[in-house]
Structures are given as C-alpha cells and as structure tokens.
C-alpha cells in the first residue's frame, strides 16, 4: 500500500520536448532534456501518487512506479494530456513547441541557392485550455524557460493562462535550465513569489512538491470556507 503526503492523487507530468516534422528526415525540436519533468515524476511517486507520465523524445528511462505514455509532437502531447484526465495535479514541465510547419512535405526537400520560406501555425495550448477545461485538475502547474526579465514574463504566464502556480528559470547560463543535472527556479503564484536553489533537479522536484501540497492544501481550505 502506497503512503506519503500525495497518496490518494492521481499526478500528471508532461516532460521534454517535442519535435514538429518538416520533411521526412527534417523536424523542428528544442533542447529539453526532460529531466525536470522525470524528476517530478519520480518524486510524486515517492510520495505516494498515482502518476502519469507523458514524454516527448528524451532517453531517459521510466521512474520507478511510474506509467508512462511516449508522444512525438505537440499535437500527440495534447492529446495524451486531456486523455490522461481526470487527473487531481497536472505539472506541465514539457517544452512544448509553440508553432508547427503548416505542411509536411512527402519527400525530402533539395538544396538550392535562394532562400526557404516555411509557413507555420500555431499549436493547441495545453496549460491555457487544461485550466478551463471542465474537468480542470485541481492544480494547474506550469513552466516558464526564459531568457530574461524571468519574473515578469512567467507572471503574464500566470495569469494569462489562469494557472494556479508557476515555476520559471532562466535558460541559456551555464550549469542551469536545459541539459543540465542543476537548476533554479522562481515560483510564482497567488500568495507570492519565491526562489528554489539552484539544486539538483531531483532535490528541486520535491522542493517544488512541498509547494504543490501546500497550494492543494490552502485550495482545500478555501473550498471548505466557501463551501
């Protein structure tokens, strides 16, 4: 029998990439390695969750007590997210693309001299629909990587998205963000903000799930208030 301070809830993480197909041999992708997200995933289920685990393209092997669901683009991420629902916590530590190539071409495209001009569309907005989605979790958790002015760009984020807490760093230093065993991250959320490490990701994971609780928690006790 499962037991810790999260047993009894039913977690879902999205972790690492995703790649958006050009060409048969070309995608577009970025460089989460996904540990963050594995490391959430592995402390939930420490602590005693019930947890699921999307990833995109990460070689990273399957956390102890963990399901896992491999998903490629953004759209498949999409998909397994809303049809992981119902869910209590959802931690959305993937790097999800923005944007698509409009088109995927048939066959590999040949080199010339001028220019290549792709068109590309947006990509479904897991965080923002997941929060007002009628069978929203819970808690709504999301991530912002930034380059700079970290705090006010995850803040917009925030209340943008209408999330109930944010954990942004900032990425392109050394020794922190992507590809990284360390990180730091600010978390923001109603009642303030706050700064985690830098640290291990996997120490920073049950930092940040110690916050997670705590805002399950006060939810809890404002629904009992209301209620």
Not at 12 to 41: C, I, K, Q, W
């Amino acid at each position: 029998m499962s037991t810790g301070d999260l047993c009894g809830l039913r977690i879902v993480v999205s972790a690492g990439t995703t790649y958006e197909d050009m060409v048969p041999v070309h995608f577009l992708g970025n460089r989460s390695s996904g540990h963050m997200g594995f490391a959430m995933a592995t402390a939930a289920a420490a602590r005693g969750a019930e947890v699921m685990l999307i990833a995109g393209p990460v070689q990273l092997a399957t956390p102890e007590g963990v399901m896992r669901t491999d998903v490629r683009s953004a759209a498949q991420m999409h998909a397994a997210v809303f049809a992981a629902l119902p869910c209590d916590i959802y931690i959305g530590a993937a790097a999800v693309a923005d944007y698509t190539p409009a088109q995927v071409s048939a066959s590999k495209s040949k080199k010339s001299d001028g220019p290549l001009t792709l068109t590309f569309v947006r990509t479904r907005d897991i965080l923002a629909e997941l929060a007002v989605d009628p069978r929203r979790p819970r808690l709504v958790v999301g991530f912002a990587a930034e380059t700079d002015d970290v705090e006010a760009y995850a803040r917009d984020k925030l209340v943008r998205k209408k999330l109930d807490l944010i954990a942004a760093n900032r990425v392109g230093v050394p020794g922190s963000g992507f590809e990284s065993e360390d990180n730091a991250l600010l978390l923001i959320d109603a009642t303030g903000t706050r700064a985690l490490g830098p640290a291990p990701k996997t120490q920073l994971a049950h930092s940040l799930l110690d916050e997670v609780a705590a805002g399950l928690k006060r939810k809890f006790l404002d629904a009992d208030r209301h209620g």
